[in-house]
């Protein structure tokens, strides 16, 4: 059974625009909540992290929103570029997710911004 | 470069060989973390090291497959008798604990396992 959902497995964004990126997770007893991008043949590299005791975080272009009460977390980009291109996962962390120490990931969403 | 190290970067074996893997974590990460991907999916735990201590494993660790940090530096995972369904990217991470929280794991290239 997922824990972590990403119910869109591709989204097309224009160049400039707001990406929106949704994840929804079952467990809990998850507390901390990471995206990771990842690029063909390479390995997935951390973007932006968030705890459970807050409920947005903001790095440069990448916001991440936590809602607790609906388990649900988003990663939104914007403006958007052509170098955003990627698949992207959520992960979370806590004692019930993978191993107790290890990430809990979903099936990614590959986001293609288009010119 | 300092990142994780994974070697080799791809692998073809026959079915009922053995195979191994190493990773080279970032020198000052204590925890070091193997996950496995398959097309489609995301990341799969499958065990993580303290130091030199293996302190969990997933149950999709078969008994075919071992894994091992001996001095708390590079790690290896071994599967022996590889199986067709064995075939997937095998993944090493590595980070700093942060009290009893993860940290953000940072992930290495990976290592392509085919099994014909």
């Known amino acids: 059974d997922q824990q972590v959902k990403q119910n869109s497995p591709s989204l097309s964004v224009q160049e400039g625009r707001i990406s929106i990126l949704n994840c929804d997770y079952t467990?809990?007893?998850?507390?901390?909540f990471l995206w990771y991008k990842k690029y063909p043949a390479e390995g997935p590299t951390f973007l932006i992290s968030?705890?459970?005791?807050?409920d947005k975080n903001e790095d440069g272009r990448f916001t991440v929103f936590l809602n607790k009460s609906a388990k649900h977390l988003s990663l939104h980009i914007v403006p958007s570029q052509p170098g955003d291109s990627a698949v992207y996962f959520c992960?979370?962390?806590?004692?019930?997710?993978?191993?107790?120490?290890?990430?809990?990931f979903g099936k990614g969403t590959h986001l293609i911004i288009q010119p | 470069d300092t990142g994780v190290s994974q070697n080799p970067r791809h692998k073809i074996t026959k079915r009922g060989q053995n195979v191994t893997f190493r990773c080279d974590p970032i020198?000052?990460?204590?925890?070091l973390y193997w996950y496995r991907q398959t097309l489609g999916q995301g990341p799969e735990f499958l065990t993580y090291f303290q130091n030199e201590a293996q302190l969990e494993k997933s149950r999709l660790l078969s008994d075919r497959f071992s894994a091992e940090r001996p001095k708390g530096s590079f790690s290896t995972l071994e599967i022996q008798r590889t199986e067709q369904g064995d075939s997937a990217m095998y993944l090493c991470a590595s980070s700093l604990p942060l009290g009893r929280r993860n940290t953000e794991a940072f992930f290495g290239q990976g290592t392509r396992l085919t099994v014909v």
């Open positions: 968030i705890s459970s005791i807050k």
């Open positions: 020198s000052e990460h204590n925890r």
């Open positions: 467990n809990s007893m998850f507390d901390y």
């Open positions: 992960a979370a962390s806590g004692r019930s997710g993978g191993g107790a120490d290890g990430l809990t």
